[in-house]
């Protein structure tokens, strides 16, 4: 497998809809999902097919075959920053008052899923507040860049576009028609001059689709329209594919990482509270698994919010009896979406939201190692072509403590 690197410029504002059951009001993500990069670029290939598409042709092998392309998620990058685009987990606070990472206005930002782990062992309730003022603190969401240890916060602006309906007999303006599209920004408002917005995303394919698949990007990098209302201008957008590049991963580092950090911060804790409820075992390697994108999860035909040492094994396709889980921070939401090749409403699904964090333990490390991997590459849970289930192992700004808030 291999990588395609995407930058998406927006050139029109984005009608990305965000509709939940039930709800008559126009939301729109925050986000470019990988769905809607993928029916675009299916659609495209199908305008500019001739011959129609078969069983075990590229088409086929591409989006629907044994092992599709994952088009994961494009978030709002830096165009400052070359950088990765990750999401904040859900065990980060900031200040509730001067939110945001460490800067002239504000206090920083910091992880709590290392101290909680080991207040609870201890018996204590974990309680922070600010480092700065201490003044109350709450959870802090998003997305973020870090380069050179400096940590930046990025997001994209959204507004209300409103429309009148058309009489189409009259081809005039329909009385006491009005709506409003909810849409992203295209750019966004600097000192002096906008900026455009630029999202990052990434499409994993086999070796022998790679290239093909990124030079038909690169070719209609102009053609592609994502998100609804394209007849009224909305969802141009340029992107530009990178040269395919090998997968590297570096979940070992990650993983030792974690747990030395997790250790030290155990004996700090004994150093002053004395003797734990609960033991820590150095024979155990404790890791993470951080939501990149948000999941569909499935036990025992049910949806889902946690991630259970069941249904890790059940993904991974092997038992281990040691492996425990010590703490699961997750909220849900709806998805649905229009399905293009259909005509369809796709299924409402019940979402595990993106930022989720789980704290699991094993004793049998070497065991674990492919997996971890794998799970980086192909996600969990279902519908993974289409952006869901992205999880990153050991995530590090699980080791921004309270006292050195970013």
Known sequence: MKKINLEIKALSPLAIGKQKPGGNISEVEQYIPGSVIRGAVASQILKQANTSISEGDDFHELFLGDNPAIFQNAYPAN???????????????????????KSKKNHGVFDTLIDRFCAESYGYIYDPNCPVDGGRVDTFTGFYSQKDGKYYQNSA?????????????????????????????????????????????????????????????????????????????????????????????????????????LHQRWNQWGDIFGSPLEGFSDKRTYFTIDLQSDAILTENWQRTTVISPEILQQYTGFTDLSLQIHAAYSSYDYRSGWNSAWGLMKDVELVTNKGSVYLFSTEKKDLWLQAWEDLEVYGIGARTSEGFGQVQICNEFHCIFRENAK
């Open 79 to 101: 165009h400052k920053i070359k950088s990765e685009v990750k999401v904040i987990p859900a065990t980060a606070l900031s200040s509730k008052g001067k939110s945001g990472f």
């Open 157 to 261: 602006d959204n507004r209300l576009l409103t429309r009148v309906g058309i009489n189409r007999r009259r081809a005039t303006s329909e009385e006491r028609v009005l709506y409003s599209i909810a849409v992203l920004n295209e750019s966004q408002e600097k000192k002096k001059q906008p900026q455009p917005v630029i999202y990052a995303g990434r499409v994993i394919v086999n070796d022998n689709l790679a290239s093909l698949l990124q030079q038909f990007l690169d070719n209609h990098q102009d053609d592609l329209r994502l998100g609804g209302a394209g007849s009224r201008g909305l969802g141009k957008v340029k992107i530009t594919a990178k040269v395919p590049t090998e997968i590297k991963t570096n979940v070992i580092n990650q993983i030792d990482k974690f747990n030395q950090q």
